[in-house]
């Protein structure tokens, strides 16, 4: 069965950096689309970047300059590096990703990490 495990969320600073890893398993043919999702408390979901497997990447405009997405296709993991983060940026960050295995392509979802940035 195909997961989506992430890492790296935890408590920052405003100012400070953290950087978040997805790592796909399971049965993996191919990996399309990945990318980075964020919820805070009270609001929607939003798109914080997304990265094709030539590595052309989409940001929000939030994001763009202070983020950065990458991806290793060799490990089937995405990263989001983030800096100068802000309070704002709290949030619960979910990675996802479009993944052909043995059960056909599928959209995948990670289990969430949280990512708090204080003041």
């Known amino acids: 069965q195909v997961q989506l495990v992430e890492s790296g969320g935890g408590l920052v600073q405003a100012g400070g950096s953290l950087r978040l890893s997805c790592a796909a398993s399971g049965i993996i043919y191919s990996i399309g689309v990945m990318g980075w999702y964020r919820q805070a408390p009270g609001k929607t979901g939003e798109l914080v970047a997304d990265i094709d497997k030539g590595s052309n990447t989409n940001y929000a405009n939030s994001m763009q300059g202070r983020f950065t997405i990458s991806r290793d296709n060799a490990k089937n993991t995405v990263y989001l590096q983030m800096n100068s983060l802000k309070p704002e940026d709290t949030a619960v960050y979910y990675c996802?990703?479009?993944?052909?295995?043995?059960?056909?392509?599928?959209?995948?979802w990670g289990q969430g990490t949280q990512v708090t940035v204080s003041s």
């Open positions: 996802n990703a479009g993944i052909a295995g043995n059960r056909g392509y599928n959209e995948y």
